[in-house]
């Protein structure tokens, strides 16, 4: 079983920044595709971005440009780096794991593994 552990979330104001990590008890990432999600509350868990094996990074139209995703392979570490944070941004933050198709990229229900998630609020 592989166990992902998210950290860095917290309090921001309105265009503010927060960096959250994701690192894992076992394995490595350089074998797994790797995403960010949230979830709003009353909202379904939706896609945020994501870092292939082969290194291609994918986001949502409404971050792109304000955040990114990384990865730190001597440390094992997967980055989401958010910048220009608004409240919309508002979310509990989910890092996610797995083999993935590039055409389910973006589909929650396609990964295999997830940490409990860390919560971000953006204060207005």
């Known amino acids: 079983q592989v166990h992902l552990v998210e950290s860095g979330g917290g309090l921001v104001q309105t265009g503010g920044s927060l960096r959250l990590s994701c690192t894992t008890s076992?394995?490595?990432?350089?074998?797994?595709?790797v995403a960010w999600f949230r979830q709003a509350p009353g909202k379904g868990r939706e896609f945020v971005a994501a870092r292939r094996r082969d290194g291609h990074t994918y986001y949502r139209d409404s971050v792109k440009g304000r955040f990114a995703i990384s990865r730190d392979a001597p440390k094992n570490l997967i980055y989401l780096q958010m910048d220009g944070l608004q409240p919309e941004d508002t979310a509990d933050y989910y890092c996610?794991?797995?083999?993935?198709?590039?055409?389910?990229?973006?589909?929650?229900?396609?990964?295999?593994?997830w940490g409990q998630g860390t919560q971000v609020t953006v204060s207005s």
């Open positions: 076992q394995g490595t990432f350089g074998r797994q595709d």
């Open positions: 996610a794991a797995g083999v993935v198709i590039l055409s389910r990229t973006r589909d929650v229900s396609a990964y295999t593994y």
